[in-house]
């Protein structure tokens, strides 16, 4: 099989989903060539488990990004553009992401700014060059991960559709943040389309991560697994999608 891309950058790769999408990417019969493991501090006790994988795997690199620092973004884009040389950043996973449990009457309004600084800006302005380069370098037609994609990594939690029918807690923030991703999903897919760039929101499942907690019901192998095969498949017809790791659609 070939590689899902030729590169790709993950965001918020320290722990949970994007540490295990670093792994699988890394281990892959066909891996990337560039692996971009991104962290706010990938040198760090919290970056253990990602210097142990990049002293295994040649083509991880480790990138100091804070999502919502624009110091740290253009520093990230101008050691990920040092890597590439001119061939452009093919995958860009937007995995990074906070959780807030509060409700509307108890949310403090700086909490709902910093949820949604997080959540929603995020760095792909900054990298949206590299990714234009990369679909204009590749020499293939139609839309996929291996030419040029921003996966968000999103949750049905942010499905205005689903909204009544998962009442698992409130998280008010967390769920509005991610009903605004979804929106700028769509949004980028339509804009970014005659550029070769595709766009698609993932929802990974209720997985056992930190912020899934050990109630979930997914491994987060499992889930990763589930999202690496969808990725593979994305196609013209699937830009602009809300699916879950097993490729089901999902209502905004």
């Not at 070939?2 to 295990?20: D, F, K, M, P, Y």
């Not at 839309?143 to 968000?152: D, F, K, P, Q, T």
């Not at 509005?176 to 929802?203: F, P, W, Y």
């Not at 999202?227 to 659609?249: M, P, R």
Request: aromatic share 4%; charged share 15%.
């Amino acid at each position: 099989m070939a590689a899902l891309a030729r590169s790709v950058l993950v965001t918020g790769s320290s722990r949970g989903i994007g540490l295990e999408l670093v792994r699988r990417l890394a281990a892959s019969p066909r891996p990337p060539q560039h692996v971009f493991a991104t962290c706010r501090h990938p040198q760090g006790p919290g970056g253990k488990a990602l210097q142990e994988l990049a002293a295994q795997h040649s083509s991880i690199k480790l990138v100091q990004l804070d999502t919502v620092n624009l110091p740290s973004i253009q520093g990230a884009v101008r050691a990920v553009g040092y890597h590439l040389k001119d061939q452009g950043l093919n995958l860009l996973i937007n995995n990074a992401g906070i959780s807030s449990h509060a409700t509307l009457h108890s949310l403090d309004s700086q909490e709902m700014l910093d949820v949604f600084a997080t959540n929603v800006v995020g760095p792909l302005q900054e990298f949206l060059p590299l990714l234009e380069q990369a679909a204009k370098g590749t020499g293939k037609e139609g839309l996929s991960c291996s030419r040029a994609g921003v996966i968000n990594i999103s949750t049905k939690l942010g499905s205005i559709g689903l909204c009544l029918r998962v009442p698992e807690a409130p998280m008010d923030p967390y769920r509005a943040s991610k009903a605004a991703q979804n929106m700028v999903t769509r949004c980028l897919a339509a804009e970014l389309q005659d550029k070769g760039i595709l766009c698609c929101a993932i929802h990974p499942g209720w997985v056992k991560t930190d912020m899934g907690t050990e109630q979930a019901l997914l491994t987060v192998e499992h889930s990763v697994r589930g999202i690496l095969t969808v990725l593979a498949s994305l196609s013209q017809d699937s830009s602009g999608a809300f699916l879950d790791w097993e490729g089901n659609s999902l209502p905004w």
